[in-house]
Each structure stands twice: as structure tokens, then as C-alpha cells.
């Protein structure tokens, strides 16, 4: 059984920083892939950011140049570093760990860009 802890959401004034961290633990394939989605209110869950087990990223077009997604050195901590925050950002950010047909999720962690 894995799971997946996130952390760092909060409120933040449009044009800020925050970055997001996801720990997984328990018994994982080493090659899988890493990813954060979100989900703001009245809309569907959407990718946001994806990263293989080899380090090959991936970015939704409404974020490319303002996310970097990354993972440490163990590969089971995937971070979201978020930069130049607009209140379209607003939302529920959840984590994936998913191989072949395996999904995992995080409970997710609210982020609100707001002044």
C-alpha cells in the first residue's frame, strides 16, 4: 500500500511563491511516474505537472514557465514549485504515483492565490 502525504498549500498574494511537496512511502515500483493535479470548485480535476522516474517532465500550457516539477534523489518526494501565482491558480493541488495500471492519490492541499 503506498501513500502519499502532501504538504505546503496556503494562501498567497497574486505574483507569489509557493512550493508544494509530496512524500510517498510503502511498497512502490521504481519505475513509475509522478505527477500533481488539481481541481477547482465546479471543475474537473486537470493535470498540471508530470515527472518519470527518469526525470522527464511535462507541463499543462497554463503553467509552462511558472511551475517547475522535480523529485529528490530517493524519487519518492515530488515537488511542485510554484512561481508567479494568478488567482486562476486556486485550487485543490493532489498528488499521483501511478505504474501501468497502479494509481495512487494524495488527500490534497488547498492552494488560494488572493490578495
Known amino acids: 500500500q503506498v501513500q502519499l502525504v502532501e504538504s505546503g498549500g496556503g494562501l498567497v498574494q497574486p505574483g507569489g511563491s509557493l512550493r508544494l511537496s509530496c512524500a510517498a512511502s510503502g511498497r512502490m515500483l521504481s519505475m513509475n511516474v509522478m505527477a500533481w493535479y488539481r481541481q477547482a470548485p465546479g471543475k474537473e480535476r486537470e493535470l498540471v505537472a508530470t515527472i518519470t522516474s527518469g526525470g522527464g517532465t511535462n507541463y499543462a500550457d497554463s503553467v509552462k514557465g511558472r511551475f517547475t516539477i522535480s523529485r529528490d534523489n530517493a524519487k519518492t518526494t515530488v515537488f511542485l514549485h510554484m512561481n508567479s501565482l494568478k488567482p486562476e491558480d486556486t485550487a485543490v493541488y493532489y498528488c499521483?504515483?501511478?505504474?501501468?495500471?497502479?494509481?495512487?492519490w494524495g488527500q490534497g492541499t488547498q492552494v488560494t492565490v488572493s490578495s
Open positions: 499521483y504515483l501511478g505504474w501501468g495500471s497502479v494509481t495512487n
